[in-house]
């Protein structure tokens, strides 16, 4: 009898070692599926991440500082989940290396691996809005490049008309100032080109380039020719 009974708890103990490591190795499976999609959004958001930057820095008005203050929070979170994910995985290469039937040791670094996953949901959460977000963004700048280029070519052809037409009048009259002006209007259109001027919502990029042309049509009006 005392055989069975013996027999018994060793069994009952066999099955709670055994529920024990079933749970543990579902919490971890359950946790790497967690960071695994976590991985597969990084993955997407660092992707158009990398196609905005591709539309970005060819001088063609395309605003390259208001564009990247939006895509510089992003990569600070991609950031966040580079280290999140160091962290998760030195956790975890921590758990598995415990002994299964240790429970002082195996808890902490159980929960410890847990709460990394509850954060990694968590994120996981906001990540799709801001990989959304990103892609709107991309689409406009693509828009806005192909939008901007008749304008831009019209601007710059106004601007070198304007040049030479104010060479052809050196040393007339009002010269000086009117170069000095000419000046100032090529430093704008300079900064529109490198994206060095921060757009609003009631004055765009395209709207600061008509008004660039508008004031170099006036410019070219006070040399007597008027518009090309």
């Known amino acids: 009898m005392w055989g069975r009974r013996r027999a018994k708890r060793e069994q009952e103990a066999a099955d709670a070692v055994e529920a024990l490591a079933g749970s543990l190795r579902s919490t971890i499976d359950s946790a790497d599926e967690t960071h695994q999609a976590l991985l597969d959004m990084r993955e997407q958001l660092a992707q158009e991440l990398a196609e905005i930057a591709a539309l970005l820095g060819?001088?063609?008005g395309m605003p390259v500082?208001?564009?990247?203050q939006q895509t510089d929070v992003a990569?600070?979170?991609?950031?966040?989940?580079?280290?999140?994910?160091?962290?998760?995985g030195d956790t975890r290469a921590l758990l598995v290396g415990k002994d299964e039937?240790?429970?002082?040791?195996?808890?902490?670094?159980?929960?410890?691996?847990?709460a990394?996953?509850?954060?990694?949901?968590?994120?996981?959460?906001?990540?799709?809005?801001l990989i959304e977000s990103m892609l709107e963004l991309r689409e406009k700048t693509h828009r806005l490049r192909e939008d901007l280029i008749p304008l831009r070519e019209r601007v710059h052809a106004a601007f070198?008309?304007?040049?030479?037409?104010?060479?052809?009048?050196?040393?007339?009259?009002?010269?000086?100032?009117?170069?000095?002006t000419l000046a100032a209007l090529g430093d704008r259109?300079?900064?529109?080109?490198?994206?060095?001027?921060?757009?609003?919502?009631?004055?765009r990029v395209s709207d600061q380039y008509r008004d660039l042309e508008r004031d170099i049509a006036e410019l070219r009006d006070t040399l007597g020719t008027g518009p090309a």
């Open 116 to 129: 990394h996953a509850q954060g990694m949901a968590e994120i996981g959460e906001s990540f799709a809005g």
């Open 189 to 203: 259109l300079t900064a529109l080109d490198e994206g060095r001027v921060i757009p609003t919502q009631d004055r």
């Open 65 to 68: 500082d208001a564009i990247r």
């Open 101 to 114: 039937n240790d429970l002082d040791e195996i808890m902490p670094a159980l929960e410890e691996l847990v």
């Open 160 to 180: 070198r008309a304007a040049q030479k037409e104010l060479d052809a009048t050196q040393g007339a009259p009002g010269w000086f100032g009117r170069q000095a």
């Open 58 to 60: 060819h001088r063609d």
């Open 75 to 88: 990569a600070r979170i991609l950031g966040d989940i580079d280290r999140m994910s160091e962290e998760y």
